[in-house]
């Protein structure tokens, strides 16, 4: 069975201070898939990346950037110099690939509450 | 962005009533699913479609049945609504098993 865990309900900073949203998996499938999506107040999913088991690269993206490590089974996600706009509910996703076919099914954690103060 | 709707987005029945959610994507991806979103929960996958009438159940499919006739639409219909399925339904696709999912806006639907 696959699972996501963010154990942080709710994260509360200050505007331009830098944040770590921390998302752990569990899978015994060797090829896999994690994202990571915001739902800003207006309810919306908004996907932010999606990175493969094979590929441990770490990626930026202006001011995101995302920490893979398969070592501590890990995807945790860095805003830097936190804007009021990053205000929102992120979650982490997996999903599996098993047998030559992945149909997709993502499996979500729980999500952060992100409120970035000005 | 991509081109899924929903319909309706907002929507008041009582228990007992049938009540059937529609998902239309204008991108021609192959896969479509249903997702609920409560609290504490974060979403979780009720039915999921990779073909025209291949349809398949997620973690939380008791209570809810789908259909997909085209491409394009992807049904969910509450045989007979609970209060238990009160809850915000997102429809997602992707163009491939291991891609990206994009969601549609949500349908907010209460039964009382």
């Known amino acids: 069975a696959q699972k996501v865990t963010q154990a942080q309900t709710e994260i509360s900073v200050v505007e331009k201070e830098d944040v770590t949203l921390d998302c752990v998996y569990e899978?015994?499938?060797?090829?896999?898939?994690l994202f990571w999506y915001k739902q800003p107040p207006s309810g919306e999913l908004v996907f932010l990346i999606r990175?493969?088991?094979?590929?441990?690269q770490n990626e930026i993206s202006g001011r995101y950037s995302w920490n893979f490590q398969k070592s501590t089974s890990s995807f945790n996600f860095t805003i830097t110099a936190s804007q009021v706009v990053d205000s929102a509910v992120y979650f982490c996703?997996?999903?599996?690939?098993?047998?030559?076919?992945?149909?997709?099914?993502?499996?979500f954690g729980q999500g952060t509450i992100l409120t970035v103060h000005p | 962005d991509a081109g899924i709707t929903q319909s309706p987005r907002h929507k008041v029945t009582e228990t007992g009533t049938p009540v059937t959610l529609r998902c239309h994507q204008t991108?021609?991806?192959?896969?479509m699913y249903w997702y609920r979103q409560d609290p504490g929960h974060g979403l979780r996958l009720i039915h999921y479609?990779?073909?025209?009438?291949?349809?398949d159940k997620g973690e939380v499919s008791d209570g809810y049945s789908v259909s997909r006739s085209k491409t394009e639409d992807f049904l969910l219909t509450l045989e007979s609504a609970t209060s238990s399925q009160t809850s915000v339904y997102f429809c997602?696709?992707?163009?491939?098993?291991?891609?990206?999912?994009?969601f549609g806006p949500g349908t907010r639907l209460t039964v009382l």
């Open positions: 997602a696709i992707s163009d491939g098993g291991g891609d990206e999912q994009f």
């Open positions: 899978t015994r499938d060797t090829t896999y898939y």
């Open positions: 990175r493969n088991s094979f590929d441990e």
């Open positions: 996703a997996l999903s599996f690939h098993a047998g030559g076919t992945s149909y997709g099914k993502l499996t």
């Open positions: 991108e021609n991806h192959r896969y």
């Open positions: 479609s990779y073909g025209v009438k291949d349809t």
